[in-house]
């Protein structure tokens, strides 16, 4: 086994929200997004099933809103003022689990039980089972609506908990995304971020192939949400989108992340068959050796 | 007993209007309580509680799916979200966020599916409902209510309210006449027996009741005493009741404004299936789709009519006959 899968780091630590965004925490954040694909690559190898592509490309991303931006509680889960996120990209979940288990809401040796026989960790998220997963998720196209529905009772509460939503670019081929953007935006529903993992590929294709939604964020504009368009593994680049969007006022916020399928493993990505496809023991042991060049490169 | 069931029925009224205004009075009683709407407010009376309570009603506009997700982030935070639009959609639009979020996750999020059954009337088969009830009831975890009249409406909607876990409440367009009186008091997951009788039970809900209870009064006429049971929870259907009225009157009759295919008559040969398999002669809408016009003449015309209740509970009876010295051959 690789160096990188015997890192033990739980709960990892936690740059507390409004903290100065050092150059030591970045790279220690970019380091451990890598440290989270390895361990997703080794929780989908093992199971020989699940979705590596759409994980990866969100590891910054999730990364960052974890260990830095959420103000959450994981002994109290339940807590009533914390930040939600709704993983809209059910798939992904394995990278979402992970990233739970760093933080401390369930112990990190749990994360190889993933999509096994009496798993809390199901092949989509559900949140009766999961600690830290805050809705269901697998279907696609939920997220925004589920979150205006969540920005609204924080409102009623005069709560300053803020929602986040974490949509694929894939599911922006489903109609509830756009009710969910119609309501955000009728209620000005500044306490929500809509961020985008936009990746450029889905299940079958390329997205500009299967579905085109390019212009994206002329769409979202036109939409009235605040649009901000970021390079999605960029930490420093996601740590301030994620306070400007806080600044926002009167207007829903999307984070347009440019992403990269598959990011990490050069032959995974921008890789349709990376969607769902299941490494082998070569490729394992090849990706595994990328991944740990790219944390290497965050460790200097 | 007398004061259970009105004799004679009473006044009709709009069971829609009833549960606008038990919405708002159940405002004013659950701080917690936020009415959703997909813009038919002014259809199904929710309009009340907008009117109360502005900042706690929610227009997503003609977006059903949003609908129910808007609704399932408020249950997130605690809230009790009654979302409101007619009843196909939540059974057919909507029906991905109903099973996902509300049966699979538990979100605690309340489906108020307005103008059920026929009774959109005019607006046609693409506006009435006669298979929410099975497309529901194959869903787990979810509670499905069927109020029978206007008082029921409003002793039933604060039991939703407070109810664990998702609930599909199911109300006619129309006016229907009062069922019940003073002494009914309604609790989710048990049926009541209306009028006793020891010859054939009718189980009937919703709009169905009073027809129910008209037919038992006709066959009184003929000398058969028909035991009328109200099942105004169609899920988890009361399977102690449903037994004790197979063996104690031989034979069922159900009646329902929805398909025979899955509804409450479907709920109560799964039930017998197992517990005591007697003749059961479902009354309802004969697995198709109706046409518009008058609600009460296409009740009549699509065989829910009072009528087709005592036809029903003359053929079960006959099948009662057949079946005992069926019995005795097989005991023999």
Known sequence: ?????????????????????????????????????????????????????????????????????????????????????????GHACAMLYTVLAHRGYFPVSELPTFRALNTRLQGHPEPRRTPGVEVAAGPLGHGVAIGAGMALAARMDKSRRRIYAILGDGELNSGVIWEGLLVGAKFGLDNLTA?????????????????????????????????????????????????????????????????????????????????????????????????????????? | MASMTLNPLGESTLMRKAYGEALVELGRNRDDLVVLSADVQSSDFSSMFETAFPDRFINVGIAEPALVDVAVGLANAG?????????????????????????????????????????????????????????????????????????????????????????????????????????????????????????????????????????????????????????HTIKPIDTDLVTRCARETGVLVSAEEHSIVGGLGGAIAECLSESCPVPLERVGVNDAFAECGPYLELLEKYGLGVDAIVAAAERALARKAQESSKLICVAG
């Open chain 2, 79 to 231: 809230k009790i979200p009654i979302a409101n639009t007619f009843a196909f959609l939540f059974a057919t639009r909507a029906l991905e966020m109903v099973r996902t979020h509300l049966c699979y996750a538990g979100a605690n999020v309340k489906l108020a599916g307005a103008y059920a059954g026929l009774s959109d009337s005019f607006d046609g088969p693409t506006h009435q409902t006669v298979a929410d009830l099975a497309i529901f009831r194959s869903l787990p975890n979810i509670t499905i209510v069927v109020p029978a009249d206007a008082s029921a409406v409003k002793k039933l909607l604060p039991q939703i309210a407070a109810w664990k876990g998702p609930v599909y409440f199911r109300i006619c367009r129309n006016e229907v006449p009062a069922v019940f009186g003073e002494d009914y008091q309604p609790e989710i997951g048990k049926g009541i027996t209306l009028i006793e009788g020891s010859d054939v039970t009718i189980v009937a809900c919703g709009i169905m009741v009073a027809r129910a209870v008209q037919a038992a009064w006709q066959l009184r006429e003929n000398n058969i005493r028909a035991r009328v049971v109200e099942m």
């Open chain 1, 1 to 89: 086994m690789a160096t990188l899968l015997n890192v033990v780091t739980s709960p990892a630590e936690v740059y507390p929200f409004g903290i100065r965004h050092s150059s030591d925490m970045i790279a220690d954040l970019s380091s451990r997004a890598y440290e989270y694909r390895a361990q997703v690559l080794s929780m989908v190898y093992g199971r020989q099933s699940g979705h590596i592509g759409g994980a990866f490309s969100i590891a910054e991303i999730l990364t960052c809103l974890y260990f830095h931006h959420l103000r959450l509680d994981p002994v109290n889960p339940e807590w009533p003022d914390r930040d939600r996120l709704v993983f809209s990209k």
């Open chain 1, 195 to 300: 961020i985008v993992d936009y990746n450029g590929v889905q299940q079958t294709g390329t997205t500009s192939h299967v579905m085109p939604t390019e212009p994206i964020a002329d769409k979202w504009a036109s939409f009235n949400w605040h649009v901000i368009e970021i390079h999605g593994h960029n930490v420093a680049e996601i740590l301030n989108a994620l306070d400007e969007a806080d600044e926002v006022h009167g207007r829903p916020v999307v984070i347009i992340a440019r992403t990269t399928k598959g990011k990490g493993v050069s032959f995974m990505e921008n890789q349709p068959a990376w969607h769902g496809g299941v490494p082998n023991k070569t490729q394992f042991e090849a990706a595994l050796a990328e991944l740990e060049e790219g944390a290497r490169q965050w460790q200097a």
